[in-house]
């Protein structure tokens, strides 16, 4: 069965079915205002036409089910405003309804949380045949953003491939959301963006798709901040695998720090490796929220302007076996990298530091470096000393 007609500039066209108009009438009936009537209408036209849409012109890929959605619940309807349908296994798509003059739209807030992406769907006044204009990625949309132009979105032509995509990251994040479940860790899915997971206590993770026996480097996607605290490989045997296996991690990169488009998968750290990891991580910012308070802590973080204490979390990791002369010199060499390597840029955040404190800040160059390397020394100490204190508390407790 064919519903589209395609024309030359990529917006489709899908006819309006009894049904369609038959449950915009009955929606629209079950509100009290005569605004609300309107919007549940348009709402139900957008709603039944994307899945009519997705149902027959992609039949056999996916399935889109009006009842899977927060629209076809009665009191949902009535009091948000939504209009979204499940794609099966997938997740939910939001349906904007527009009318002819408009050219933009604005979403509700309510449609931030757990949408994968947003059709634009115009609905004309002869309610014959409507206009799927095209669609946004979840990922496309900033948290607070409402406000859409309708020359920014992408055509529908490209939406199976986008849904296509979409699965294939679906299987990546189960696979690793299974793998962290089955060690403790919890992973916020609602929270999930892209191929990133959120990690409570933790921090974002990126997980990273190989194909086995093909791919020798990691794709490492462009991220508009350098926030990851692990990036996890997922090998699989080919695009249409159900699962994959994890076969290993990169910890973060500095704050700040170059990223690299693609890394060997040979320089992965081992898959048994990650939890630990991620257990240390999540020690340090325990420290990190237990004692913000404190001063030492403070003066660190106004030496990070941009960052928080967490984003050198992974650095912190990395040189907890180290001596503490050499984690002060490592810790030393990465917060300049964090500054861009500029010696002036370091020294003028030392004074500003200063002189919160109420301290002379005619310093000469040498005694401004010194006063750096004082309080990165006097911050590792503190840190590794109340790390230990914390972890030796965990083992007391668990030996009970």
């Known amino acids: 069965m064919t519903l589209q007609k395609l024309t030359s500039d990529n917006v489709l066209y899908v006819p309006l079915t009894p049904l369609a108009l038959d449950r915009a009438e009955i929606f629209a009936l079950e509100q009290v205002h005569p605004e609300r009537r309107k919007r549940v209408y348009l709402k139900t036209l957008a709603v039944y036409s994307v899945a009519d849409w997705i149902n027959y012109e992609i039949e056999g ?86 406000l859409i132009h309708i020359s920014d979105l992408k055509p529908m032509a490209e939406f199976p491939q986008y849904l296509a995509f979409f699965s294939l990251n679906n299987r990546v994040i189960h696979t690793v959301e299974l793998y962290l479940s089955d060690r403790g860790i919890t992973t916020d899915r609602y929270a999930l963006s892209g191929n990133s997971l959120v990690l409570p206590g933790i921090g974002t993770i990126e997980c990273c798709t190989v194909i086995l026996d093909k791919d020798q480097e990691v794709s490492i996607p462009k991220l508009e901040w350098n926030d990851r605290v692990a990036f996890v490989i997922v090998g699989l045997e080919n695009e249409d695998s159900e699962q994959g296996e994890i076969l290993g991690f990169f910890s973060a990169f500095l704050p700040g720090a170059f990223i690299p488009d693609a890394i060997p998968l040979d ?81 003028q955040l030392v004074l500003r530091n200063l002189e919160r404190q109420g301290q002379p800040t005619n310093l000469t160059d040498e005694e401004i470096d010194r006063s750096f390397s004082d309080l990165v020394m006097r911050f590792i100490d503190r840190f590794f000393r109340l790390r230990a204190e914390m972890m030796k508390k965990t083992i007391d407790q668990d030996d009970k």
């Open 267 to 347: 320089d992965r750290k081992p898959i048994d490796d990650l939890v630990p990891y991620l257990q240390a991580i999540q020690s340090i910012e325990r420290v990190f929220a237990e004692h913000a308070e404190e001063r030492v802590f403070q003066e660190m973080a106004q030496m990070l302007p941009g960052y928080s204490l967490d984003s050198i979390a992974p650095c912190l990791q990395e040189i907890a076996d180290d001596d503490t002369y050499f984690q002060a010199l490592d810790l030393e060499r990465w917060l300049s990298e964090i500054m861009g390597e500029s010696t002036d840029r370091m020294r």
């Open 61 to 146: 890929q996916f399935i889109a089910r009006i009842p899977g959605g927060d629209f076809y619940d009665p009191l949902l309807r009535a009091t948000l405003d939504i209009g979204d349908v499940e794609i099966v296994g997938l997740g939910k798509v939001e349906c904007c309804s527009i009318l002819d003059e408009a050219t933009n739209f604005a979403l509700a807030p309510e449609t931030l949380t757990d949408r994968i992406a947003y059709i634009v769907v115009r609905i004309p006044e002869d309610l014959i045949e409507v206009e799927l204009l095209g669609f946004l990625p979840s990922v496309d949309i900033q948290d607070d953003e409402f």
